[in-house]
């Protein structure tokens, strides 16, 4: 899990530099393109003598109208280019939080929204099946003291979960020719005794009643061999022990799957 945090920040470090390159000198590219351009209304409008063959071809060849008209919708898009590039920057270092190694104060929001943000194409509707319907309902929860980057761990584990048994189910679905809209809830509450508590659930295909008391074990897994290592609910697990929590599931084949984190406000983090 460290490694991933380091791998995913180096990623974040190295895009980041180039990003802000770009970010810098589009600004100047497009303020030097409005003015060549004005310059050349100046020149056609003082200077509207018939030109030289060379220049009526170039004129021809080139379409000046129809580059005065798509120009600045190129400048436009990869400037949205650039600024999707950055966000995405952003929440990679936000899901890492390399730089913190110790227990940090957090808006476990940002973590949750940071980790949905890289997920996003897996939510995406694609040629093979619909749009997966994310439904959030976030309390108001004050800031919590964790270690960030585990906790955002535990978060992409959960929503990956969800998002395969979701993609299980809509294939059965299209098998059976049902009708079926898939969803992901993610709902935050904060609890008496100063607890957080954070559902993530799916209406997937659920989970068979003799594999839940396994599901945390080590290496077990209930997906198709080839689509998971059975140790992120595994790993999962210990972090939220860590941080003196309860990580819980409720389940129910055909229905879909609930995990349910629950953690203190103040941890006192286990070694």
């Known amino acids: 899990m460290s490694s991933l945090g380091q791998l995913v920040a180096g990623i974040a470090h190295e895009i980041n530099n180039p990003v802000n390159f770009l970010c810098g000198n589009l600004n100047y590219v497009n303020e030097y393109s409005k003015n060549l351009l004005s310059l050349i209304e100046k020149y056609q409008q003082y200077y509207n003598l018939k030109p030289n063959p060379e220049i009526e071809d170039l004129l021809e060849k ?10 600045p919708k190129v400048m436009s898009s990869m400037k949205f280019g650039i600024e999707r590039i950055h966000d995405i920057v952003v929440s990679l270092r936000t899901f890492s939080r390399l730089d913190e190694a110790i227990i940090k104060t957090v808006n476990i929001h940002q973590g949750l929204d940071s980790t949905l943000f890289i ?17 959030k309902i976030y309390d108001r ?3 919590i003291r964790c270690y960030a980057s585990q906790l955002n761990q535990v978060f992409m584990n959960l929503l990956v979960n969800a998002i395969d048994a979701v993609e299980q189910k809509i294939e059965r ?8 809209l898939p969803q992901i809830q993610i709902r935050t509450e904060l609890r008496e005794g100063e607890k957080v508590a954070i559902y993530i659930a799916d209406n997937g295909v659920g989970i068979p009643e003799t594999f839940k008391p396994r599901i945390f074990d080590p290496f077990f897994t209930t997906k198709p061999v080839g689509k998971g290592t059975g140790l992120g609910l595994a790993i999962s697990h ?3 022990e860590k941080h003196q929590g309860e990580l819980r599931c409720i389940s129910t084949v055909g229905q879909g799957t609930e995990f349910i984190i629950e953690i203190p406000l103040k941890i006192g983090i286990r070694g």
């Open 62 to 71: 080139f379409d000046l109208d129809f580059i005065k008209q798509d120009l």
């Open 119 to 135: 997920l996003q194409h897996r939510l995406q509707q694609t040629s093979q099946r619909k749009e997966i319907q994310l439904i």
């Open 141 to 143: 929860l004050p800031p």
């Open 173 to 180: 679905a299209k098998q059976a020719s049902e009708n079926f």
């Open 238 to 240: 210990q972090i939220i």
